[in-house]
T-cell receptor, first 111, second 113 residues
Framework: GAGVSQSPSNKVTEKGKDVELRCDPI?????LYWYRQRLGQGLEFLIY????????KSGLPSDRFSAERTGESVSTLTIQRTQQEDSAVYLC?????????FGPGTRLLVL | AQSVTQPDIHITVSEGASLELRCNYS??????LFWYVQSPGQGLQLLLK??????LVQGIKGFEAEFKRSQSSFNLRKPSVHWSDAAEYFC???????????FGTGTQLKVEL
């Protein structure tokens, strides 16, 4: 079946602007995660959604970052007032049987 | 807090040679262990995983990994590397509960023809 999809694949924005990144998970996968991958580094956990439970936001780096998910469908990650240090690849994953499956990511460049 | 160490940032091997990528983790219990591969411009693809049982696990593309509890290691191996294996490899740990993964910083593999 279809995998995890993310849009846009690339986003260039100016410092101070808001951006919204989208993740379409695999149908039926109730757990959804966002990670950030800075250049030359591993992935950093940002936020985790599981069904109707309150999301685990413990990885969000600042209050400029937020994410939403409606039910078990699409999730959006929003970064307000972007800064240059927000430049990274943002990856979405969903989980099946204790294994996370990743989307292709959104490459964000803040000028 | 749990952590994952991949001590080799870059590795270069000749095509046909064997490969071993190291991964050590720090966690009180045995976590779930994963290896992912990331090709340029691509997302992460799962190579293999260990939850319990046989400590030698087989994955896709001819890769295998061995869990060694005494060494807190989960090294990835391949007996004969192909040029298409050039990519970045990430070891990851799930401490339990199906929650977030903790990743190592990755090992960049270059394959010389």
């Amino acid at each position: 079946g279809a995998g995890v999809s993310q849009s846009p694949s690339n986003k260039v924005t100016e410092k101070g602007k808001d951006v919204e990144l989208r993740c379409d998970p695999i149908s039926g996968h109730t757990a959804l995660y966002w990670y950030r991958q800075r250049l030359g580094q591993g992935l950093e956990f940002l936020i985790y959604f599981q069904g109707n439970s309150a999301p685990d936001k413990s990885g969000l780096p600042s209050d400029r970052f937020s994410a939403e998910r409606t039910g078990e469908s699409v999730s959006t990650l929003t970064i307000q007032r972007t800064q240059q240090e927000d430049s990274a690849v943002y990856l979405c994953a969903c989980r099946q049987q204790e294994t996370q499956y990743f989307g292709p990511g959104t490459r964000l460049l803040v000028l | 807090a749990q952590s994952v160490t991949q001590p080799d940032i870059h590795i270069t091997v000749s095509e046909g040679a064997s490969l071993e990528l190291r991964c050590n983790y720090s966690y009180g219990a045995t976590p779930y262990l994963f290896w992912y591969v990331q090709s340029p411009g691509q997302g992460l693809q799962l190579l293999l995983k260990y939850f319990s049982g046989d400590t030698l696990v087989q994955g896709i593309k001819g890769f295998e990994a061995e869990f060694k509890r005494s060494q807190s290691s989960f090294n990835l191996r391949k007996p004969s590397v192909h040029w298409s294996d050039a990519a970045e490899y990430f070891c990851a740990v799930d401490a339990g509960g199906g929650n977030k993964l903790t990743f190592g910083t990755g090992t960049q593999l270059k394959v010389e023809l």
